[in-house]
């Protein structure tokens, strides 16, 4: 998914690559734009340094090396946290911070961009046909109003399921309030917006992979909350044992049966559209009736390409 080309007049846009993926930055006032860049790379560093897995000094990291011992949080993970917590809540543990351990076994053990090189190498990952379920997010026990947590030994965490969606969220959020107007923050397949949207609100094109031109199934507009695409078409990776991708079913540690290739949602914010779209991934052929149950306007798009829409998301061309 990525922002389209805004009709308006006054819009300014920056990108830029992050995290082996896609920044876009789109503000209704173009004299802002250097102020709102500079509070969105703020933002994502403040997220790099507390949420990610990949760095041996993150803040989660640290806390790991902590097991069974209360840990004081920073407000950012204290909140990023939080927000992995109740998104395993919403989604009856299909979306779950827990995984860590099953992520690395399928051979997710470092930024996807090094695991497409060791790959080129000739150095493929074992990436194992089952790995360990996820043991489950209410074995972590978070006091957010104390901004404290304690993990249990041999548990590890992986925010990867919603950390960028929650970093952009927060910056869209973050922007707005620093110089108005209205504010489009788009990290790959998770697009936030606050503010004031423009006319005809902003326009979204929807894709297997956003960085693919000419790929996309429609474009659609929003003017408040989030949009997330989540799919098995991009983040994947070959290993000795045949291709694996990045989301996994808590149930099982395993990559879920290949059912949709790309799920999108809207909801309230990047945070509720990602959870339900990867949790649309895991479900398979329930995915339907569990986002129209909840009213969460999606477009799934099956292996052979063939496209449902559910709740009043608007109908599209199949490809």
């Not at 950012?76 to 351990?101: E, Y």
């Not at 929807?206 to 960085?211: G, L, Q």
């Not at 290993?239 to 799920?263: E, K, M, Q, S, V």
């Amino acid at each position: 998914m990525s922002a389209a080309d805004l009709e308006v007049e006054t819009t300014a846009r920056l990108d830029f690559e992050v995290w082996s993926t896609t920044a876009t930055l789109v503000v209704t006032d173009a004299a802002a734009l250097a102020t709102a860049g500079a509070r969105l790379r703020e933002v994502l560093a403040e997220v790099d340094a507390t949420c990610s897995r990949f760095r041996d000094d993150s803040e989660i990291n640290r806390l790991l090396r902590r097991p069974g011992h209360p840990v004081g949080l920073s407000p950012t993970l204290n909140d990023a946290l939080g927000h992995a917590l109740r998104a395993a809540s919403a989604t009856g543990g299909l979306v779950d911070p827990t995984v860590a351990a099953a992520v690395v076994a399928v051979g997710y053990d470092r930024d996807i961009a090094d695991v497409l090189d060791r790959a080129l190498t000739g150095t493929l990952p074992l990436g194992s046909d089952l790995g360990p379920a996820a043991p489950g997010a209410g074995c972590v026990h978070h006091d957010q109003h104390a901004a404290t947590v304690i993990v249990p030994a041999g548990v590890g965490l992986d925010l990867g399921a919603t950390a960028k969606a929650f970093a952009a969220d927060r910056a869209a959020t973050a922007i707005a309030n620093r110089v108005g107007g209205g504010v489009l923050v788009g990290l790959g397949g998770d697009i936030a917006v606050a503010g004031t949207a423009p006319v005809g609100g902003w326009r979204i094109s929807v894709a297997d992979d956003h960085r693919l031109p000419g790929t996309a199934y429609q474009t659609v507009a929003i003017e408040s909350g989030g949009l997330a695409t989540s799919s098995i078409m991009t983040r994947r990776w070959p290993t000795a044992r045949g291709w694996r991708h990045h989301l996994i079913d808590p149930r099982t540690g395993d990559n879920p049966d290949p059912y949709w290739r790309t799920a999108s949602v809207a909801a309230a914010t990047c945070v509720d559209a990602n959870a339900a779209a990867t949790a649309a991934i895991i479900l398979g052929a329930a995915a339907p009736t569990w986002l129209a149950e909840r009213g969460l306007p999606a477009l799934l798009v099956d292996i052979d390409g063939r496209i449902t829409t559910v709740a009043g998301w608007p109908a599209a061309a199949e490809h």
